[in-house]
């Protein structure tokens, strides 16, 4: 079935270092491909995302790439502030094959902390 | 334009007492999925509703239900809780959840706690 590997930290870093957060998938067919931010006591919020491969997708200076061949959507900022300390969660979007609909699978998660 | 709303926000059970859970998607939206974090599990998919019919599940045992009415608004039910119930629980609603490009959008969730 479909899965979501990332780094599951957590990672600690000081503010305006570059973040590279890992996140590789399984999945048959054709995913789009998301990274959902999820601060304390808040649901999740939708970052960006990618539909097909060699999308780009960006955010609040944040950007995934969409690497069919390596199976990967990579989290990156080049700049990262005390306000994006938070959980980071990738997640792919697949058809579920006779219903219809698509479902999420989520990685565990990646915990970052921002210091200054 | 409102977001996801979820009802209660925070909820504390006893073991063995059942418990409904409501969301209210984004006006518009016809579907509406409910997932269950945990520390252990993490993020897991509950099951999907798209006018008032279920059309894809998780893997949950039957203590878990769910149903959507006419205006959208779904409720999930938990019948004989155990402490293992204990987690958030997330409600996402989209356009119509079979395009795989479609954004799922969250609510705050409502954070059950069985004791």
């Known amino acids: 079935g479909d899965s979501v590997t990332q780094m599951e930290g957590p990672v600690t870093l000081s503010e305006e270092a570059f973040l590279t957060i890992n996140c590789t998938y399984t999945a048959t067919g054709y995913p789009s491909l998301f990274w959902y931010v999820q601060y304390p006591g808040e649901g999740l919020q939708l970052l960006l995302k990618?539909?097909?491969?060699?999308d780009k997708g960006s955010n609040k200076g944040f950007e995934a790439t969409y690497r069919k061949e390596t199976t990967s959507f990579h989290l990156e900022k080049g700049s990262v502030q005390v306000s994006d300390s938070a959980v980071y969660f990738c997640?792919?979007?697949?058809?579920?094959?006779?219903?219809?609909?698509?479902?999420?699978?989520f990685g565990k998660g990646t915990k970052l902390s921002v210091i200054p | 334009k409102a977001g996801v709303t979820q009802t209660p926000r925070y909820l504390i059970k006893t073991r063995g007492q059942q418990v409904t859970l409501s969301c209210s998607p984004i006006?518009?939206?016809?579907?509406v999925s409910w997932y269950q974090q945990t520390p252990g599990q993490g993020l897991q998919f509950l099951f999907e509703?798209?006018?008032?019919?279920?059309?894809n599940k998780g893997n949950f045992p039957g203590r878990f239900s769910g149903r959507q009415f006419s205006n959208s608004r779904s409720e999930m039910n938990v019948s004989t809780l155990e402490l293992g119930d204990s987690a958030l629980y997330l409600c996402?609603?989209?356009?119509?959840?079979?395009?795989?490009?479609?954004?799922?959008?969250f609510g705050p969730g409502t954070r059950l706690l069985v004791l």
């Open positions: 997640a792919l979007g697949s058809p579920y094959s006779g219903a219809g609909s698509y479902q999420l699978t």
């Open positions: 006006s518009g939206h016809r579907s």
């Open positions: 990618a539909t097909k491969a060699d």
């Open positions: 509703y798209f006018s008032e019919t279920q059309r």
């Open positions: 996402a609603s989209s356009w119509t959840g079979t395009v795989v490009q479609e954004t799922q959008y």
